[in-house]
Protein backbone atom coordinates (compact mmCIF):
# COMPACT_ATOMS: atom_id res chain seq x y z
CA UNK A 1 0.00 0.00 0.00
CA UNK A 2 0.58 3.85 -0.40
CA UNK A 3 2.39 6.16 2.10
CA UNK A 4 2.48 9.77 1.77
CA UNK A 5 3.36 12.65 4.17
CA UNK A 6 0.87 14.72 5.84
CA UNK A 7 1.73 18.20 7.63
CA UNK A 8 -0.31 19.61 9.93
CA UNK A 9 0.60 23.39 9.42
CA UNK A 10 1.28 26.12 12.32
CA UNK A 11 -2.37 27.50 11.61
CA UNK A 12 -4.11 24.14 12.16
CA UNK A 13 -2.12 24.08 15.47
CA UNK A 14 -2.38 27.46 16.50
CA UNK A 15 -6.53 27.02 15.70
CA UNK A 16 -6.67 23.88 18.01
CA UNK A 17 -7.84 21.77 14.53
CA UNK A 18 -5.27 18.60 14.75
CA UNK A 19 -8.03 16.36 16.62
CA UNK A 20 -10.40 17.65 13.80
CA UNK A 21 -8.58 17.34 10.81
CA UNK A 22 -6.91 13.93 12.45
CA UNK A 23 -10.14 12.56 12.87
CA UNK A 24 -11.16 12.95 9.37
CA UNK A 25 -7.61 11.30 8.27
CA UNK A 26 -8.90 8.73 10.45
CA UNK A 27 -12.32 8.17 9.61
CA UNK A 28 -11.42 7.38 5.81
CA UNK A 29 -9.80 5.02 6.77
CA UNK A 30 -6.14 5.63 6.50
CA UNK A 31 -3.49 4.45 9.17
CA UNK A 32 -1.17 7.05 10.96
CA UNK A 33 2.19 4.98 10.67
CA UNK A 34 3.86 7.95 12.48
CA UNK A 35 3.13 11.08 14.26
CA UNK A 36 5.05 14.37 15.59
CA UNK A 37 4.82 17.61 16.42
CA UNK A 38 7.85 19.65 15.91
CA UNK A 39 9.61 23.17 14.99
CA UNK A 40 10.77 23.04 11.69
CA UNK A 41 13.90 24.23 10.84
CA UNK A 42 15.00 26.73 8.02
CA UNK A 43 17.26 24.03 6.83
CA UNK A 44 13.98 21.25 6.89
CA UNK A 45 11.77 23.92 5.17
CA UNK A 46 14.72 24.68 2.44
CA UNK A 47 14.98 20.99 1.62
CA UNK A 48 11.20 20.48 1.93
CA UNK A 49 9.89 23.42 -0.39
CA UNK A 50 13.05 22.97 -2.64
CA UNK A 51 11.04 23.59 -5.99
CA UNK A 52 9.70 26.86 -4.43
CA UNK A 53 12.92 28.93 -4.13
CA UNK A 54 12.99 32.23 -5.91
CA UNK A 55 8.95 32.18 -5.81
CA UNK A 56 7.33 35.41 -4.64
CA UNK A 57 5.86 33.34 -2.10
CA UNK A 58 8.65 31.32 -0.65
CA UNK A 59 10.05 33.27 2.17
CA UNK A 60 6.76 34.29 3.49
CA UNK A 61 5.95 30.63 3.35
CA UNK A 62 8.72 29.58 5.21
CA UNK A 63 8.65 32.31 8.04
CA UNK A 64 4.78 31.40 8.01
CA UNK A 65 5.94 27.25 8.19
CA UNK A 66 8.46 27.99 11.24
CA UNK A 67 6.27 30.65 12.94
CA UNK A 68 5.11 27.49 15.38
CA UNK A 69 4.80 23.76 15.76
CA UNK A 70 3.65 21.57 12.71
CA UNK A 71 2.23 17.87 13.45
CA UNK A 72 4.60 15.68 10.78
CA UNK A 73 2.55 12.68 10.03
CA UNK A 74 3.72 9.49 7.36
CA UNK A 75 0.17 7.93 6.57
CA UNK A 76 -0.28 4.45 4.66
CA UNK A 77 -3.10 3.49 2.97
CA UNK A 78 -4.97 2.52 -0.94
CA UNK A 79 -4.29 5.23 -3.08
CA UNK A 80 -3.47 7.76 0.04
CA UNK A 81 -1.47 9.95 -2.19
CA UNK A 82 -4.46 11.31 -3.68
CA UNK A 83 -7.45 10.30 -1.47
CA UNK A 84 -5.34 13.17 1.12
CA UNK A 85 -4.83 15.81 -1.54
CA UNK A 86 -8.53 15.05 -2.22
CA UNK A 87 -9.72 14.96 1.82
CA UNK A 88 -7.70 18.69 2.28
CA UNK A 89 -9.24 20.43 -0.82
CA UNK A 90 -8.43 23.19 -3.51
CA UNK A 91 -4.88 24.84 -2.31
CA UNK A 92 -6.59 28.26 -2.10
CA UNK A 93 -9.09 27.79 0.46
CA UNK A 94 -11.99 30.26 -1.21
CA UNK A 95 -11.91 27.67 -3.84
CA UNK A 96 -11.75 24.66 -1.89
CA UNK A 97 -15.07 22.26 -1.83
CA UNK A 98 -17.19 22.32 1.36
CA UNK A 99 -16.52 18.99 2.32
CA UNK A 100 -12.80 19.27 2.36
CA UNK A 101 -10.67 20.05 5.45
CA UNK A 102 -9.32 23.98 3.44
CA UNK A 103 -13.02 24.18 1.72
CA UNK A 104 -14.93 23.37 5.63
CA UNK A 105 -12.02 24.95 8.06
CA UNK A 106 -9.97 27.82 6.39
CA UNK A 107 -11.16 31.01 4.72
CA UNK A 108 -8.99 33.77 4.85
CA UNK A 109 -4.93 34.21 4.90
CA UNK A 110 -2.38 37.22 5.04
CA UNK A 111 -1.49 38.65 1.72
CA UNK A 112 1.92 37.26 1.52
CA UNK A 113 1.68 33.01 1.60
CA UNK A 114 -2.00 30.98 1.89
CA UNK A 115 -3.03 29.62 5.41
CA UNK A 116 -4.19 26.81 4.48
CA UNK A 117 -3.80 24.28 7.58
CA UNK A 118 -3.11 21.12 5.87
CA UNK A 119 0.23 19.83 3.14
CA UNK A 120 0.02 16.67 1.65
CA UNK A 121 2.43 15.08 -0.98
CA UNK A 122 1.30 14.96 -4.67
CA UNK A 123 2.46 12.22 -6.53
CA UNK A 124 4.87 9.09 -5.36
CA UNK A 125 8.02 10.83 -6.51
CA UNK A 126 7.50 13.56 -3.99
CA UNK A 127 6.15 11.28 -0.74
CA UNK A 128 9.14 9.24 -1.33
CA UNK A 129 11.56 12.43 -0.66
CA UNK A 130 9.37 14.04 1.75
CA UNK A 131 8.75 11.03 3.88
CA UNK A 132 13.01 11.10 3.61
CA UNK A 133 13.43 14.64 5.21
CA UNK A 134 10.79 14.34 7.82
CA UNK A 135 11.17 10.71 8.89
CA UNK A 136 14.45 9.29 7.64
CA UNK A 137 14.03 6.49 10.22
CA UNK A 138 11.32 5.21 8.30
CA UNK A 139 13.41 5.20 5.02
P1 LIG B 1 0.96 21.79 -0.14
O1 LIG B 1 2.24 21.54 -0.92
O2 LIG B 1 1.19 22.60 1.11
O3 LIG B 1 0.09 20.59 0.04
P2 LIG B 1 -0.15 22.62 -2.54
O4 LIG B 1 0.55 21.47 -3.14
O5 LIG B 1 -1.62 22.72 -2.68
O6 LIG B 1 0.08 22.73 -1.02
P3 LIG B 1 2.00 24.21 -3.54
O7 LIG B 1 1.83 24.79 -4.89
O8 LIG B 1 2.94 23.07 -3.36
O9 LIG B 1 0.56 23.95 -2.97
O10 LIG B 1 2.46 25.40 -2.57
C1 LIG B 1 2.92 25.12 -1.28
C2 LIG B 1 2.28 26.08 -0.33
O11 LIG B 1 2.72 27.42 -0.59
C3 LIG B 1 0.75 26.16 -0.40
O12 LIG B 1 0.09 25.17 0.32
C4 LIG B 1 0.51 27.54 0.18
O13 LIG B 1 0.61 27.52 1.60
C5 LIG B 1 1.67 28.35 -0.38
N1 LIG B 1 1.37 28.97 -1.68
C6 LIG B 1 1.29 28.35 -2.88
N2 LIG B 1 1.02 29.20 -3.87
C7 LIG B 1 0.92 30.42 -3.29
C8 LIG B 1 0.66 31.74 -3.79
N3 LIG B 1 0.46 31.97 -5.08
N4 LIG B 1 0.61 32.75 -2.90
C9 LIG B 1 0.84 32.55 -1.60
N5 LIG B 1 1.11 31.34 -1.07
C10 LIG B 1 1.15 30.28 -1.90
Known sequence: TERTLILLKP??????????????????GYSILALDQREATQELLAQHY????????YGPLVDFMSSGPVVAILAE???VIAGFRSLAGATNPTQAAPGSIRGDLA?????????NLVHGSDSEESAAREIA???PEQG
Open 11 to 28: DAVRRSLRGEILRRIEAK
Open 50 to 57: AEHEGKPF
Open 77 to 79: GEG
Open 107 to 115: REWDTAVIQ
Open 133 to 135: IWF
